[in-house]
T-cell receptor, first 112, second 116 residues
Framework: AQRVTQPEKLLSVFKGAPVELKCNYS??????LFWYVQYSRQRLQLLLR??SRESIKGFTADLNKGETSFHLKKPFAQEEDSAMYYC??????????????FGTGTRLTIIP | DTGVSQDPRHKITKRGQNVTFRCDPI?????LYWYRQTLGQGPEFLTY????????KSRLLSDRFSAERPKGSFSTLEIQRTEQGDSAMYLC??????????????FGPGTRLTVL
């Protein structure tokens, strides 16, 4: 079975402080990992995917297969980062099992 | 084409009634997905299509639920004999298979269903 765990439902961080949103997963094969973000009154949108190894809006995430983690990090939080963040997992899209399995989400609030 | 669209955005119905939701994916996206999201939870997979073929259904999709994508473009999700437990946000997503973006799925705004 595939599972994604986000242990923090709520996280408050002061502006300018570092941010880390935790994500752990369980999957028997080679997964694709994603971070999706939902800003207030907006649709769910992709923030990062592990296969592209890119930094978006200052956020990065590294897949750690040994610890089965895909934590999201940003060195200096900004007020516009306040949003709901979901970690998600799928199988490799060329081999089926491409449904996304989401965690329960972490609501990040940046304190001015 | 501004993205995945869903209609209606909100639906209030009485228990026992049938409801139908529509999803229009991004043009040329051959894969279309339905998810359900309840309060405090992340989206949960329901089903997906490649063109008009329904390739996978979750066990969450009881026999009261049916989804179609008759011409490989828009899709409908019907719930028969609604129950209060069906109250949720129903999300649609699409993607184009074979792109370099892996399994990146683009989401619509959702249809919020309230069953009274």
């Amino acid at each position: 079975a595939q599972r994604v765990t986000q242990p923090e439902k709520l996280l408050s961080v002061f502006k300018g402080a570092p941010v880390e949103l935790k994500c752990n997963y369980s999957y028997s094969g080679s997964p694709e990992l994603f971070w999706y973000v939902q800003y207030s009154r907006q649709r769910l949108q992709l923030l990062l995917r592990h296969i592209s190894r890119e930094s978006i809006k200052g956020f990065t995430a590294d897949l750690n297969k040994g610890e089965t983690s895909f934590h999201l990090k940003k060195p200096f939080a900004q007020e516009e980062d306040s949003a709901m963040y979901y970690c998600a997992l799928s199988g490799r899209s060329n081999f089926g099992n491409e449904k996304l399995t989401f965690g329960t989400g972490t609501r990040l609030t940046i304190i001015p | 084409d501004t993205g995945v669209s869903q209609d209606p955005r909100h639906k209030i119905t009485k228990r026992g009634q049938n409801v139908t939701f529509r999803c229009d994916p991004i043009s040329e996206h051959n894969r279309l997905y339905w998810y359900r999201q309840t309060l405090g939870q992340g989206p949960e997979f329901l089903t997906y299509f490649q063109n008009e073929a329904q390739l996978e259904k979750s066990r969450l999709l009881s026999d009261r639920f049916s989804a179609e994508r008759p011409k490989g473009s828009f899709s409908t999700l019907e719930i028969q004999r609604t129950e209060q437990g069906d109250s949720a946000m129903y999300l649609c997503a699409s993607r184009r298979q074979g792109t370099s973006g892996g399994n990146e799925q683009f989401f619509g705004p959702g249809t919020r269903l309230t069953v009274l």
